[in-house]
């Protein structure tokens, strides 16, 4: 039986994700420090105080209550342009805009400086810092410009990105002999065959993006691993033509069978051929990142 029939023979089964732990919160003053010069108030108009409703979507700050949402709140204002580069950020102002606490504000600005988007100096006070310090490659970071203004570059960059990673870690992963991770990646495709047979967009989503992370750890490159994230984020993204399974499809099923068993039999070529097809179900994407001419 091949992998794409038994796919369909399966029940789904939940995939779970970790979160990392908040830090230390002391490193931020509370009050503006004398003599800080300041490039004007932030604009606060327009924005939702209700922090209960802060957030299309979360990754790295999901579960971390008001923390987390204040997170969402101001990350995204920032990778807007609302509060554009070098605005002073006040935490009196932004708890009592917000009506949070001292803590939940001084956790939140430690969080955004550890993703470059804020930094917090001695007679300085904190900052927004501009574009080229931001980690580009902080799953919150990519959530937030792929919702926002600069949504297309977000979105092609991460295919591109892809493009680089994901056939080499199919490569890679075929030359591994670890059949408990295998294994795993093949249950996800059988979940995501159930979930489409059950039209379960959700269920199918999770498996797809557990699938290839599970891919990029059995490439057995640390490197590499530590890219998944990325990848992660770019499926929980996706919201045009960019990746092959940005809806479930036959097709998108299909490829992933594919990989699962060029990794069974240990086919190289044959597994980077597949994700290659897989990243390039959609015309679209063939124009912005062609496959490699063969020689």
Same mark, same amino acid.
């Given at each position: 039986?091949?992998?794409?029939?038994?796919?369909?023979?399966? +029940?789904?089964?939940?995939?779970? /994700?970790? =979160?990392?732990?908040?830090?230390?919160?002391?490193?931020?003053?509370?009050?503006?420090?004398?003599?800080?010069?300041?490039?004007? &108030?932030?604009?606060?108009?327009?924005?939702?105080?209700?922090?209960?409703?802060?957030?299309?979507? #979360?990754?790295?700050?999901?579960?971390?209550?008001?923390?987390?949402?204040?997170? @969402?709140? =101001?990350?995204?204002?920032?990778?807007?342009?609302?509060?554009?580069?070098?605005?002073?950020?006040? %935490?009196?102002?932004?708890?009592?805009?917000?009506?949070?606490?001292?803590?939940?504000?001084?956790? #939140?600005?430690?969080?955004?400086?550890?993703?470059?988007?804020?930094?917090?100096?001695?007679?300085?006070?904190?900052?927004?810092? !501009?574009?080229? $310090?931001?980690?580009? =490659?902080?799953?919150?970071?990519?959530?937030?410009?792929?919702?926002? !203004? @600069?949504?297309?570059? @977000?979105?092609?960059?991460?295919?591109?990105?892809?493009?680089?990673?994901?056939?080499?870690?199919?490569?890679?992963?075929?030359?591994?002999?670890?059949? $408990?991770?295998?294994?795993?990646?093949?249950?996800?495709?059988?979940?995501?065959?159930?979930?489409?047979?059950?039209?379960?967009?959700?269920?199918? /989503?999770?498996?797809?993006?557990?699938?290839?992370?599970?891919?990029? @750890?059995?490439?057995?490159?640390?490197?590499?691993?530590?890219?998944?994230?990325?990848?992660?984020?770019? =499926?929980?993204? #996706?919201?045009?033509?960019?990746?092959?399974?940005?809806? &479930? #499809?036959?097709?998108?099923?299909?490829?992933?069978?594919?990989?699962?068993?060029?990794?069974?039999?240990?086919?190289?070529?044959?597994?980077?051929?597949?994700?290659?097809?897989?990243?390039?179900?959609?015309?679209?994407?063939?124009?912005?990142?062609? +496959? %490699?001419?063969?020689?």
């Amino acid at each position: 039986m091949s992998t794409l029939a038994h796919t369909m023979m399966t +029940a789904a089964r939940p995939v779970e /994700s970790g =979160l990392g732990a908040p830090g230390d919160l002391d490193r931020y003053p509370y009050a503006e420090a004398p003599g800080a010069g300041r490039v004007g &108030p932030p604009s606060w108009e327009g924005v939702d105080t209700d922090l209960g409703r802060v957030g299309r979507r #979360s990754t790295g700050s999901r579960g971390r209550g008001l923390h987390g949402q204040l997170v @969402q709140q =101001l990350g995204q204002m920032i990778v807007s342009g609302d509060l554009g580069a070098d605005r002073p950020l006040v %935490p009196e102002e932004i708890g009592q805009r917000f009506e949070v606490s001292r803590t939940v504000v001084r956790e #939140s600005l430690r969080v955004l400086e550890a993703k470059g988007l804020v930094s917090a100096r001695p007679n300085v006070g904190t900052r927004v810092r !501009p574009v080229s $310090d931001w980690n580009l =490659l902080d799953p919150d970071i990519i959530e937030w410009r792929a919702f926002g !203004p @600069q949504r297309d570059d @977000q979105r092609r960059e991460l295919n591109e990105l892809r493009w680089t990673i994901e056939p080499l870690a199919a490569r890679l992963a075929a030359g591994h002999g670890r059949e $408990d991770v295998q294994q795993r990646i093949a249950d996800m495709v059988e979940i995501m065959g159930h979930a489409y047979a059950q039209g379960d967009a959700i269920t199918f /989503s999770r498996a797809d993006t557990e699938f290839h992370s599970l891919l990029i @750890q059995l490439a057995g490159n640390r490197m590499l691993e530590h890219l998944s994230g990325i990848v992660g984020a770019a =499926l929980q993204v #996706s919201g045009g033509p960019v990746t092959g399974c940005d809806r &479930p #499809s036959e097709a998108c099923l299909g490829h992933h069978a594919r990989i699962v068993d060029a990794l069974a039999a240990g086919d190289a070529q044959g597994a980077e051929a597949a994700m290659r097809q897989l990243l390039t179900v959609h015309p679209e994407v063939e124009r912005v990142v062609p +496959a %490699p001419r063969e020689h």
